[in-house]
């Protein structure tokens, strides 16, 4: 099994090249399947998730060209010329719960989808109930049969006013592409400001899409017969330039997070700010230093955006778990996002969770150890609190790094930290 092995307590500096954002590069993809001419998408990461979601693309029929000779990450052309195979199946969904993506855009082509239903995972149960519900306020006729999603539309999606109960980035995504090729308007309120959203609605208004209220809770979609290519280029991803800037604050360094949207990050560095992080925006680059690797401790509670971004808890309890004082951090987007806590605690943590908030009483003197990571973020807070611990740090289960950040252990050795991969991949 592969592991990643640090050593801790060297201050990181230098420049960090931020890469595309992997939550807009997946429903972006899927976007390809809305039309039959190219779509061109320039800055892809190149990460294990965007791989699966181009075999399950690949799977619907669509022919994918990759083109990684660029050194600003991938570019992917999609054309989804047909016939397209509308069954999404469980092998592929299973491996990337964005898969459920299909499902609005299938329907809004083909009139038919059969989508497995995503499981959960880690962080929670996960259900897909608002965007199955959404769709049938659009005209589909669902059914839930063998653990699969069956959906038709004979007579093509029809627009609707739907308004979601709580914000629901998916939901909003799938919705959102259903409702470009339907019959009339569709107004989607409560929707998700995420940038990733914004993104997409941006890239399918390129595409021919009629979409008003882009970047607000509102969204107005007037329906079009048909969408056509373009060529769009990813936004930066906020939270791998988050996870970085925690770099620099546990380490006591400086860093300069190169390509990142300082729009985007807001409520990360209003939080790092409390902390007594130092954060300077300047010729589009973002520099995060703090002299002493010690913050002071600063409560967070995760909200949809623009709060604070759940997708930075688990690096921040990192953070806190070294700094001057407690912290109070609560998790209020998903029901199960504190799977890191038990490995910091091995680690010499201070962590008492008490239903979805979590206490973190500082201690800078955490000591290095072989810990287990369980997910995405929870992986990326093990490395943040071995780059801060004392002595050696094993980080097992590096798949889920893969995940979502490109080349974490060369972007973090080029600025002075002391990792490496090592093992056999599995
Ligand atoms: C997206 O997941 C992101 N994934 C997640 O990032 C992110 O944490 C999440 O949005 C919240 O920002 C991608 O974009 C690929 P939601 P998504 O629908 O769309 C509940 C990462 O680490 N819900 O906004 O699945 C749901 O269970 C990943 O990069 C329903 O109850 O999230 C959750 O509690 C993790 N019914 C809450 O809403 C539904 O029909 C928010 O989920 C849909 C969601």
């Known amino acids: 099994m592969e592991q990643i092995r640090i050593k801790g307590r060297k201050p990181l500096r230098g420049t960090i090249p931020i890469s595309g954002a992997k939550n807009a590069a997946l429903p972006l993809m899927v976007a390809g399947l809305l039309t039959d001419q190219p779509l061109t998408l320039r800055g892809v990461p190149g990460l294990d998730d965007i791989d699966t979601m181009a075999e399950l693309l690949h799977n619907h029929g669509a022919q994918i060209d990759r083109d990684d000779s660029g050194d600003l990450g991938l570019t992917l052309t999609l054309t989804a010329k047909g016939p397209i195979d509308t069954v999404a199946p469980y092998d592929l969904v299973n491996r990337i719960r964005a898969s459920v993506l299909v499902l609005g855009p299938l329907l809004a082509r083909t009139g038919e989808a059969t989508v497995s239903m995503p499981g959960g995972d880690a962080i929670g149960i996960r259900p897909i109930d608002l965007h199955i519900k959404g769709l049938e306020e659009m005209g589909a006729e669902i059914r839930l049969e ?184 609560t998790e209020t987007i998903f029901e199960n996002r504190f799977m890191h806590v038990p490995e910091l605690v091995r680690m010499g943590a201070d962590v008492t969770v008490h239903g979805n908030s979590a206490m973190v009483r500082g201690n800078p003197a955490l000591r290095g150890a072989p810990v287990m990571a369980t997910d995405l973020r929870a992986s990326v807070c093990l490395v943040l609190a071995g780059l801060a611990a004392e002595g050696e740090t094993i980080v097992n289960g590096v798949f889920h790094l893969d995940r979502g950040y490109e080349r974490l252990e060369d972007k973090l050795r080029a600025v002075g930290a002391d990792i490496e991969r090592v093992g056999q991949p599995d």
């Open 146 to 329: 063998g653990g699969d999603v069956h959906a038709k539309a004979p007579n093509g999606l029809t627009g609707a006013n739907i308004r979601f109960p709580f914000v629901s980035v998916g939901a909003t995504e799938n919705l959102l592409m259903a409702a470009t090729l339907a019959r009339g308007t569709t107004i989607l309120e409560n929707a998700a400001q995420e940038p990733e959203v914004t993104d997409l609605a941006k890239c399918l208004s390129a595409m021919g899409a009629n979409i008003h209220g882009i970047g607000t809770q509102c969204l107005v979609v007037q329906g079009v017969d048909a969408l056509h290519g373009a060529d769009h280029t990813v936004v930066p991803d906020r939270i791998e330039a988050g996870t970085y800037a925690v770099a620099a604050a546990i380490t006591g360094g400086e860093l300069v997070l190169d390509g990142a949207d300082p729009d985007h990050l807001g409520a990360v560095f209003e939080a790092l700010g409390h902390a007594g992080v130092n954060v300077s925006i300047g010729l589009g680059k973002l520099r995060v230093s703090h002299p002493t690797g010690q913050c002071r401790g600063f409560d967070v509670m995760t909200k949809a955006f623009p709060g604070f971004p759940t997708d930075m808890q688990a690096q921040f309890m990192a953070l806190m778990a070294v700094a001057n004082g407690a912290s109070l951090i």
